[in-house]
């Protein structure tokens, strides 16, 4: 009830601002980040990988217009055992309503750290959870997942890697994004975000986002998910922005990367990228 309030709200402040923008009218740009990354003081790669407990370990997902993919767990779980064939990797799977699942003694097999977590707040209960684990652990890179991601199984990490050392400007790197906020009664709006079903960042990154979140996790223990996605997803790429970070993401039919820049500069397709390509949610490797 309290979420479902909050978000009520939020629209009402939408509105405010907007009507406050019209009578002082700004160009709507992204500014270009200049706050660097600190250096990586820890080899590892920390993984979060969150799963609902009622989902079968390999499955498919259905997109908004209806086209499927195959996706899961299990796929995330050969995914980074080949990794740490090049890598250090340490996989914590977080899941909610683990009474549900059928495979979790081979989820536990086949991950370094399992931890329960509620349900309130879906994905960013696990990665709240996770982040709570880790964050008091040397600099280090982190990806947060869950197992909406394309079952292929192409090696990635190490361009991946190579990609935020070279640009350290880099706050989070994602495989997908959309740019526009539709959790809002103002439909023309530009608001480029990550999807938060994969996102590339560091601990210390993650660090300074807490810190000017008061403290929480974004998206923590948010129970409307309309307010999630705004709180959680949408949180978490604009807090990034505040602190002076760039965003980029790999753009999925390609590989090839891209820094969110300004609106007039944006070249890439409006709205929800998964609706325009043929491969969503694919963790394609960097091809530049």
């Known amino acids: 009830m309290l979420s479902t309030l909050r978000f009520y709200l939020l629209l009402i402040d939408d509105i405010v601002k907007y009507v406050c923008k019209i009578f002082h009218?700004?160009?709507e740009l992204l500014i270009t980040g200049q706050k660097l990354r600190k250096n990586i003081e820890d080899?590892?790669?920390y993984v979060c990988v969150h799963e609902w407990g009622g989902y079968p370990i390999i499955r498919k997902k259905t997109l908004k217009d209806g086209r499927t993919f195959t996706c899961g767990l299990k796929a995330q779980l050969m995914r980074y055992?080949?990794?740490r064939k090049s890598r250090l990797v340490d996989l914590t799977v977080t899941m909610s309503d683990s009474n549900k699942c059928k495979d979790l003694d081979y989820i536990k097999k086949h991950s370094d750290n399992f931890i329960e977590v509620s349900n309130v707040g879906m994905d960013f209960s696990g990665y709240a959870s996770f982040y709570k684990r880790i964050r008091g652990n040397l600099n280090s890179y982190v990806i947060l997942s869950n197992s909406s991601v394309d079952i292929s199984q192409d090696i990635f990490l190490d361009g991946?890697?190579?990609?935020?050392e070279d640009n350290p400007d880099v706050g989070i790197l994602g495989i997908s994004y959309s740019t526009k906020m539709y959790q809002t009664l103002i439909r023309r709006n530009f608001m480029p975000h990550i999807q938060s079903f994969f996102?590339?960042?560091t601990t210390d990154v993650l660090n300074e986002i807490v810190e000017n979140n008061q403290g929480h996790f974004p998206g923590e223990n948010v129970s409307n998910k309309r307010l999630l996605i705004r709180e959680g997803e949408i949180g978490l790429s604009t807090l990034a922005l505040n602190l002076g970070y760039n965003l980029a993401v790999v753009f999925p039919t390609t590989g090839k990367p891209f820094k969110f820049v300004n609106?007039?500069?944006w070249d890439k397709p409006l709205g929800d990228i998964r609706l325009k390509i043929d491969c969503p949610?694919?963790?394609?490797?960097i091809n530049e």
Not at 160 to 164: E, N, R, S, V
């Open 25 to 27: 009218i700004k160009d």
């Open 43 to 45: 080899d590892t790669v």
């Open 81 to 83: 055992e080949k990794e």
């Open 160 to 164: 991946y890697i190579k990609y935020m």
């Open 199 to 201: 996102l590339f960042t």
């Open 263 to 265: 609106q007039l500069q």
């Open 281 to 285: 949610n694919r963790i394609t490797p």
